[in-house]
């Protein structure tokens, strides 16, 4: 198994400009999301899926959006890239979820290897 | 807001000694995980601790949680250079089942 697997490692975008961050899993796991990693921050919660066609807000919702049309798959999109957006992104994921609209975190989450975002 | 907090922020031993790193929460949790993060990689899951455990071991690694005082410790015995990482804490609070909170982490280094 490849676990979770992110792409692109590195990423440079001017400020408005749209991209979207790639993230698969192939475990099965039904529950998905992306953090941001900043220095002294901590990893804050961006969006989350806990399966196909669910997705939440976490803590820092803005200026992002995801879907999840298949298991495996949970993409990241930057609407209009802005400065504050310049972070390490992290996607993980986990076997099991609560059901609709909950996550269960008796699961370890499995993370990929990130993608470093700058925005000028 | 973090609900975790590692202390120390930063942690330098010798190889062969032991590493201990604090976490302190705010309110009441399901679990508490600890990650270990190699520079450049993403967490690595180490531990899970559920709210009605005391103590827990893997390797040499020895986790206790203490509820009444809202805090967890994370213990590495006989560290090697290999184990030299940011570690994190990561709580599952009660009021909030999708989200799992970490704090700033410790950064451990071991030389040899």
């Known amino acids: 198994n490849a676990g979770v697997t992110q792409t692109p490692k590195f990423q440079v975008l001017k400020t408005g400009q749209s991209m979207t961050l790639q993230c698969a899993q192939d475990?099965?796991?039904?529950?998905m999301s992306w953090y941001r990693q900043d220095p002294g921050m901590g990893l804050r919660l961006i969006h989350y899926?806990?399966?196909?066609?669910?997705?939440d807000q976490g803590e820092v919702p803005n200026g992002y959006n995801v879907s999840r049309s298949t298991t495996e798959d949970f993409p990241l999109r930057l609407l209009s890239a802005a400065p504050s957006q310049t972070s390490v992104y992290f996607c993980?994921?986990?076997?099991?979820?609560?059901?609709?609209?909950?996550?269960?975190?008796?699961?370890?989450?499995?993370f990929g290897n990130g993608t470093r975002l700058t925005v000028t | 807001s973090q609900q975790g907090e590692e202390d120390p922020q930063a942690l330098s031993i010798q190889e062969g000694e032991n590493a201990t790193m604090n976490c302190s929460y705010k309110?009441?949790?399901?679990?508490l995980q600890w990650y270990r993060q190699n520079s450049g990689r993403g967490l690595v899951h180490l531990i899970l601790?559920?709210?009605?455990?005391r103590e827990k071991h893997s390797g040499r690694l020895r986790v206790t949680l203490d509820t009444s005082k809202k805090s967890s410790s994370l213990l590495i015995t006989a560290s090697r250079a290999a184990d030299t990482a940011s570690y994190f804490c990561?709580?599952?609070?009660?009021?909030?089942?999708?989200?799992?909170?970490f704090g700033e982490g410790t950064q451990l280094t071991v030389n040899p």
């Open positions: 475990m099965n796991h039904e529950y």
């Open positions: 601790i559920r709210s009605n455990e």
């Open positions: 899926s806990v399966g196909a066609g669910i997705t």
């Open positions: 990561a709580t599952d609070e009660e009021t909030s089942g999708s989200r799992l909170t």
């Open positions: 309110t009441s949790i399901n679990n």
């Open positions: 993980a994921s986990s076997y099991s979820s609560g059901g609709r609209g909950w996550a269960n975190y008796n699961s370890p989450l499995h």
